[in-house]
């Protein structure tokens, strides 16, 4: 079956009354995990095989959610057992009682409980934007379990313009009448994710909204995960070059040409340093590359599979 193909049949199959191919079958489950305030529930979803001992991670943007990728997923499924969970407050994980929770030290403790309920040695590791530095401070520590790593927009320097145009719309989504509304809302605000078609534009946004009880729509997310920016307003650039330094496995950094978070000096800085990672630029596309189109999967599958 070719990209295309298979591309078509998850972006637009009509799924009442059928299922996809076993070998494409998305199945959800949860994890319990334990937080400083006590416990909550982490949802995420398998691709391929349950049995096979080769694991892939995908982990999703701020106020994003593990849906992002189901078209990598149906791809790398072939090749991987594929996880992509919901970090706290997203998708269908619960959300926090006490919002000052909504950290990485968190959501990295989630994602070794994540690890350890998956019975693997080893994962390898697809980051987009926070999911990247999720990665970047497991893969940063002694004996970690990931053994190979893609950074999707992000690195050891989060310019503060970006954080503040993130912090403008996170956790201040309106409700939406429709899908439709929803869509010029996410159309707007995600407009660095470049020239994506009608189809990837409505199945992001079908995944990234929840109905709510009186009709309508609201963000697939907490508001409360927006609280922390706001009471630690961010006013220079953060740098975690030490955790980066620290990575020792094999690493690809992906960023957008046009990314006003991971800055190309950063880009070059990253190769020279640390992992000496492998850097790649996608033309015409902002904060950050969602890993749709045929060209992307396959410069993430190429790196991932080279032994």
Not at 128 to 141: E, N, R
Request: charged share 25%; proline share 6%; net charge negative.
């Amino acid at each position: 079956m070719s990209l295309s193909t298979l591309l078509d049949r998850i972006l637009g199959a009509e799924t009442a009354g059928r299922r996809l191919d076993a070998e494409v079958t998305m199945r959800e489950r949860t994890v319990q995990c334990m937080g400083p305030h006590g416990l909550h529930r982490m949802a995420y979803r398998e691709w391929g095989d349950p049995a096979n001992p080769r694991v892939l991670i995908c982990a999703h943007g701020l106020t994003r959610n593990g849906r992002d990728f189901d078209t990598l997923a149906t791809v790398l499924c072939r090749d991987y057992r594929v996880v992509c969970p919901d970090v706290a407050g997203r998708g269908r994980s619960e959300w926090l009682a006490v919002k000052d929770d909504y950290a990485l030290p968190l959501y990295v403790s989630d994602m070794i409980t994540l690890i350890a309920r998956l019975d693997v040695e080893s994962i390898h590791w697809v980051g987009t934007s926070m999911g990247g530095l999720i990665g970047m401070l497991i893969a940063s520590q002694p004996g970690n379990p990931i053994h190979r790593l893609v950074l999707n927009d992000v690195g050891p320097v989060v310019t503060a313009a970006s954080v503040q145009r993130i912090g403008q719309y996170v956790g201040t989504a309106p409700d939406f009448p429709d899908i439709e509304s929803a869509e010029t809302y996410l159309r707007t605000v995600c407009a660095p994710f470049g020239a994506l078609t009608d189809a990837q534009w409505r199945h992001l946004t079908e995944n990234a909204v929840t109905p709510l009880d009186g009709g309508g729509f609201a963000m697939a997310y907490d508001p409360g995960i927006g609280e922390p920016f706001r009471k630690n307003p961010v006013t220079e650039d953060v740098s975690l070059w030490p955790v980066y330094d620290a990575i020792r496995c094999p690493t690809m950094v992906i960023r957008g040409e046009e990314s006003d978070l991971l800055e190309r000096e950063t880009l070059q800085e990253m190769a020279r340093r640390g992992p000496c990672a492998r850097t790649v630029e996608i033309e015409a596309v902002g904060h950050a590359p969602m890993l749709l189109d045929e060209a992307q999967i396959n410069l993430v599958r190429g790196f991932l599979l080279t032994d």
